[in-house]
């Protein structure tokens, strides 16, 4: 059983920074890959960012590429997720997530259904 409990959500300014931590339990994160999503109202998740088990390898979307950084501490079990020049668009409920297979992949997956695990979510708002 893994947990996770993201923190670091709030309300911004647009072009303001936020970063979000997600803090995993157990002794085997460092073989975990883990990734962002998130979901705003009346939409479906989507996926925003992902890191592999070594931290070497990220993927990003499209939407976010060039604006959020995300990286891991393995020694602190913690995923992070950079965020800056926010938009209003960005406003939604972040998740953190980790796929129990990551150290079998030689890239991380951006589709949530390859996550075993997820955490309870942190609300990001950005105002215009």
């Known amino acids: 059983q893994v947990q996770l409990v993201e923190s670091g959500g709030g309300l911004v300014q647009a072009g303001g920074s936020l970063r979000l931590s997600c803090v995993a339990s157990?002794?085997?994160?460092?073989?975990?890959?883990m990734g962002w999503f998130r979901q705003a109202p009346e939409k479906e998740r989507e996926f925003v960012a992902a890191?592999?088990?070594?931290?070497?390898?990220?993927l990003y979307s499209g939407s976010v590429k060039g604006r959020f950084t995300i990286s891991r501490d393995n020694a602190k079990n913690t995923v992070y997720l950079q965020m800056n020049s926010l938009k209003p668009e960005d406003t939604a409920v972040y998740y953190c997530?980790?796929?129990?297979?990551?150290?079998?992949?030689?890239?991380?997956?951006?589709?949530?259904?390859?996550?075993?695990?997820w955490g309870q979510g942190t609300q990001v708002t950005v105002s215009s």
């Open positions: 997530a980790a796929d129990l297979q990551g150290r079998l992949r030689s890239v991380p997956r951006n589709t949530g259904s390859d996550y075993e695990y």
């Open positions: 890191v592999s088990w070594t931290g070497i390898m990220t």
């Open positions: 157990g002794r085997t994160f460092s073989s975990y890959a």
